[in-house]
T-cell receptor, first 116, second 115 residues
Framework: GENVEQHPSTLSVQEGDSAVIKCTYS??????FPWYKQELGKGPQLIID?????GEKKDQRIAVTLNKTAKHFSLHITETQPEDSAVYFC???????????????FGTGTRLLVSP | EAGVAQSPRYKIIEKRQSVAFWCNPI?????LYWYQQILGQGPKLLIQ????????DSQLPKDRFSAERLKGVDSTLKIQPAKLEDSAVYLC?????????????FGDGTRLSIL
């Protein structure tokens, strides 16, 4: 089955700096890669996603890149703000194989701390 | 649009007791998921429903966990009897469909503590 590894486990930056979180996946058939932000006591919130037919996607200060050959994808946050502090999870899935249904496999999370 | 609703938010029980969690997905979402999130880890899928049918329960410990989605809307997840290792946050998510890699939207979860 799919295995997703995520690094680093913790990341501390100063406000205004950029932050990069990296993930690798094992299943070459995976074709959907969402990123979630989880604040304390809350459920994961989808912040951006990318599909395998695209190499990069941006949404304001957030961007995700995908390298299918190397089987890794990254989250880039520019001009970080204290409210970006949270745990970020990457995930990967494919269109469910024989069942046709997708199955998301999550990384272990990165705790991002943005200091003022 | 209203998000995924879950209750209760917190539950504390003793081992060997039973517990149930409730989830109401986003209106119109055909697919509902239950995840277990142990402290310091990412969510792990327990069971997936398409309307009121189960499409994946391969990681559900069926000797103690059960789930249902009788009318294709709300769902309940039950644990009986609970073990210490069941302490976790139980997250419910929903998506428009379960195929085509539709985005999944999560509720805030139920935090379960087993004493």
């Amino acid at each position: 089955g799919e295995n997703v590894e995520q690094h680093p486990s913790t990341l501390s930056v100063q406000e205004g700096d950029s932050a990069v979180i990296k993930c690798t996946y094992s299943d070459s058939a995976s074709n959907y890669f969402p990123w979630y932000k989880q604040e304390l006591g809350k459920g994961p919130q989808l912040i951006i996603d990318i599909r395998s037919n695209v190499g990069e996607k941006k949404d304001q200060r957030i961007a995700v890149t995908l390298n299918k050959t190397a089987k890794h994808f990254s989250l880039h946050i520019t001009e970080t703000q204290p409210e970006d502090s949270a745990v970020y999870f990457c995930a990967a899935s494919r269109d469910g194989g024989g069942t046709g249904f997708q199955k998301l496999v999550f990384g272990t999370g990165t705790r991002l701390l943005v200091s003022p | 649009e209203a998000g995924v609703a879950q209750s209760p938010r917190y539950k504390i029980i003793e081992k060997r007791q039973s517990v149930a969690f409730w989830c109401n997905p986003i209106s119109g979402h055909a697919t509902l998921y239950w995840y277990q999130q142990i402290l310091g880890q990412g969510p792990k899928l327990l069971i997936q429903f398409q309307n009121n049918g189960v499409v994946d329960d391969s990681q559900l410990p069926k000797d103690r966990f059960s789930a249902e989605r009788l009318k294709g809307v709300d769902s309940t997840l039950k644990i009986q009897p609970a073990k210490l290792e069941d302490s976790a946050v139980y997250l419910c998510a929903s998506s428009l469909e379960g195929f085509g890699n539709q985005p999944q939207h999560f509720g805030d979860g139920t935090r379960l503590s087993i004493l």
